[in-house]
């Protein structure tokens, strides 16, 4: 069981930048894949990004890339999500997960969760 807990979720402007955090129990977190999704009130929760387990590998959706990156720290289990440029479409929970494979885009495929923090653009 790995327990996953997000923060730095917040309200901020178009334009704004936030960080979000992930902290795993896992002693052996490098061994995991990572990966942030996010979920807007009524509609499904989608990938974001993801990172392989040595760091080396990103992926984005494209609706982030360019404005969002994702970078992880294996001593300190934890995973990063630097948001630069926010939109008020980029308003969601967003969630870390963790799976011990490679990185996937497909929900589904991850096998553990964190609870969420609310990212809420607005001006």
């Known amino acids: 069981q790995v327990h996953l807990v997000e923060s730095g979720g917040g309200t901020v402007q178009p334009g704004d930048s936030l960080t979000l955090s992930c902290t795993a129990s896992?002693?052996?977190?490098?061994?995991?894949?990572m990966g942030w999704f996010r979920q807007a009130p009524g509609k499904e929760r989608d990938f974001v990004a993801g990172?392989?387990?040595?760091?080396?590998?990103?992926y984005y959706a494209d609706s982030v890339k360019g404005r969002f990156t994702i970078s992880r720290d294996n001593a300190k289990k934890a995973v990063y999500l630097q948001m630069n440029s926010l939109k008020p479409e980029d308003t969601a929970v967003y969630y870390c997960?963790?799976?011990?494979?490679?990185?996937?885009?497909?929900?589904?495929?991850?096998?553990?969760w964190g609870q969420g923090t609310q990212v809420t653009v607005s001006s």
């Open positions: 997960a963790t799976r011990l494979t490679g990185v996937s885009t497909i929900r589904g495929e991850y096998d553990y």
């Open positions: 990172i392989s387990r040595s760091g080396s590998s990103t």
């Open positions: 896992e002693r052996t977190f490098s061994s995991y894949a």
